[in-house]
């Protein structure tokens, strides 16, 4: 590879590359291959048509690149979703959602709803926060004698954001790898813009929605095989607790990332043993694995639970996220074939010839796959695989990396519709028709990529 020279012209590159991505829609859409499977054989498809040295195809491109990508977020998604396994099934996010009522009062049920779904969004994937957070949500809608849309948008909505920007979630992991962007300043930034996206796009769309469409709350039976409030346990743990488990990783993180930051601007030394040393537990990996020690003893062993119920219940969170892990792998195997072949500089070339700023074609690739395929992550990835080489060129410091994070996550989670797995379970689970669920769960997700993107772009421009 060290000796390879790429012969073919920018045009032909960016024709295969534009055959590729058809070709991965193809592959999804009309012939409903895995994703997995589709990555792997598209990205081995393109090395070949691209000339890269077969010698050197497999070991040196794609094994290499898959291992790469799967070493770093591996270790995050599962521990990641471990935290939330135990917060779940200790019965935490009934707890949460409780207390956030009592503090908020009924008739700020909505805003308690969405504001423990954010907290309880960090470490759960969004479809197993949805599963366990309905009942809740319907409950409280009954209680209130009101429509549910009112409850579940603020509550689905603050899910969705958490999912779509936030580490550990595997989206955002897998960008923040293909970009270089440090995963605390992500975090760091993530957050407000989370946070003031769900404002607009779950809290306030909730409580328009659910005047302009008044949803009744659907029959308990329509969550049956999900988390039912009688599959608590008898004692729920504290929201206390549950609220300083999420909060462990976050400061760490955050001391990691303040502690870079200080080193930077010459207040501590960075090469002292003991910065050294806290950085090291404030990165990612080690963070959760903290958090996840402190809830094994916090939501498990402390309340009674075995030690061999304590690791069925750890053991039963990974094969569920072993898919996501094979496809961000695969989805960095693609990556490097872009980056190896050459296209994504040709890609990049092109696009300031043209004046496309490259935060907003970050956006619009992200958004144009996600229309096309359905799945968010697949987009974001295969967004951030393409754009790499721009964003390396673009010359960001730490912060507006992580602003194009975001940028691309937002582009990756618009207009979801009836190729995306999440149109048909919300539609489902809040007992909507197709046409209701595109007027309010598409418009959600629209909101959350528009505001999400002009937040970003706003975070670029001032942290230049």
């Given at each position: 590879m060290d000796n390879w020279t790429q012969?073919?012209?920018?045009?032909?590159?960016?024709?295969?590359?534009?055959?590729?991505?058809?070709?991965?829609?193809?592959?999804?859409?009309?012939?409903?291959?895995?994703?997995?499977?589709?990555?792997?054989?598209?990205?081995?498809?393109?090395?070949?048509?691209?000339?890269?040295?077969?010698?050197?195809?497999?070991?040196?491109?794609?094994?290499?690149?898959?291992?790469?990508?799967?070493?770093?977020?591996?270790?995050?998604?599962?521990?990641?979703?471990?935290?939330g396994r135990l917060v779940e099934t200790s019965g935490g996010a009934k707890s949460l959602a409780d207390a956030m009522i009592r503090l908020f009062g009924e008739k700020r049920a909505p805003l308690a709803l969405g504001v423990a779904s954010l907290l309880f969004g960090f470490p759960i994937f969004f479809d197993a926060g949805l599963i366990v957070m309905l009942p809740i949500v319907f409950a409280t809608a009954r209680r209130m004698n009101s429509n549910v849309l009112a409850y579940a948008l603020p509550s689905i909505g603050a899910f969705s954001v958490m999912h779509v920007f936030l580490p550990p979630h595997p989206g955002a992991i897998a960008a923040s790898e293909l970009?270089?962007?440090?995963?605390?300043?992500?975090?760091?930034?993530?957050?407000?813009?989370?946070?003031?996206?769900?404002?607009?796009?779950?809290?306030?769309?909730?409580?328009?929605?659910?005047?302009?469409?008044?949803?009744?709350?659907?029959?308990?039976?329509?969550?049956?095989?999900?988390?039912?409030?009688?599959?608590?346990?008898?004692?729920?743990?504290?929201?206390?607790?549950?609220?300083?488990?999420?909060?462990?990783?976050?400061?760490?993180?955050?001391?990691?990332?303040?502690?870079?930051?200080?080193?930077?601007?010459?207040?501590?030394?960075?090469?002292?043993e003991w910065v050294q040393f806290l950085r090291m537990m404030g990165t990612t990996p080690i963070a959760l694995l903290i958090s996840v020690l402190a809830a094994m003893y916090f939501l498990g062993r402390k309340r009674g639970m075995n030690a061999s119920a304590l690791e069925k219940t750890l053991d039963s969170t990974l094969a569920p996220v072993c898919s996501v892990i094979l496809i961000t792998g695969a989805g960095g195997m693609f990556g490097g074939v872009l980056r190896a072949s050459g296209i994504g500089k040709a890609l990049a070339d092109t696009m300031g010839d043209l004046g496309v700023p490259v935060l907003l074609g970050c956006f619009l690739v992200a958004l144009v796959l996600r229309?096309?395929?359905?799945?968010?992550?697949?987009?974001?990835?295969?967004?951030?695989?393409?754009?790499?080489?721009?964003?390396?060129?673009?010359?960001?410091?730490?912060?507006?990396?992580?602003?194009?994070?975001?940028?691309?996550?937002?582009?990756?989670?618009?207009?979801?519709?009836?190729?995306?797995?999440?149109?048909?379970?919300?539609?489902?689970?809040?007992?909507?028709?197709?046409?209701?669920?595109?007027?309010?769960?598409?418009?959600?997700?629209?909101?959350?990529?528009?505001?999400?993107?002009?937040?970003?772009?706003?975070?670029?421009?001032?942290?230049?």
């Open positions: 012969t073919l012209s920018a045009g032909t590159l960016l024709g295969i590359a534009a055959g590729a991505i058809a070709l991965i829609l193809v592959l999804i859409i009309k012939f409903r291959v895995h994703a997995l499977l589709t990555l792997i054989l598209v990205s081995l498809l393109t090395a070949i048509a691209t000339g890269l040295p077969y010698g050197a195809l497999v070991n040196d491109v794609l094994v290499k690149n898959f291992g790469g990508t799967v070493g770093s977020v591996a270790l995050l998604v599962g521990l990641g979703a471990m935290l970009y270089g962007a440090g995963v605390g300043y992500v975090l760091l930034l993530g957050l407000p813009v989370a946070i003031l996206t769900w404002l607009v796009s779950g809290y306030w769309w909730g409580l328009t929605a659910n005047k302009l469409f008044p949803v009744p709350v659907p029959a308990a039976d329509l969550l049956a095989g999900g988390k039912q409030d009688n599959d608590q346990p008898a004692e729920p743990a504290k929201a206390s607790t549950v609220i300083m488990l999420m909060l462990i990783p976050m400061l760490l993180i955050f001391m990691n990332t303040g502690l870079h930051m200080a080193s930077s601007a010459k207040w501590v030394d960075g090469k002292a229309i096309a395929q359905g799945s968010a992550t697949v987009a974001l990835m295969t967004a951030a695989a393409l754009m790499a080489p721009a964003v390396a060129a673009a010359g960001y410091n730490e912060w507006q990396l992580a602003g194009v994070v975001l940028a691309t996550a937002a582009g990756s989670v618009a207009a979801s519709h009836v190729n995306d797995s999440g149109f048909w379970l919300v539609g489902r689970l809040l007992n909507m028709d197709e046409a209701t669920t595109l007027k309010t769960w598409t418009v959600n997700q629209t909101l959350i990529a528009i505001i999400g993107f002009i937040l970003s772009a706003i975070a670029v421009m001032i942290l230049g």
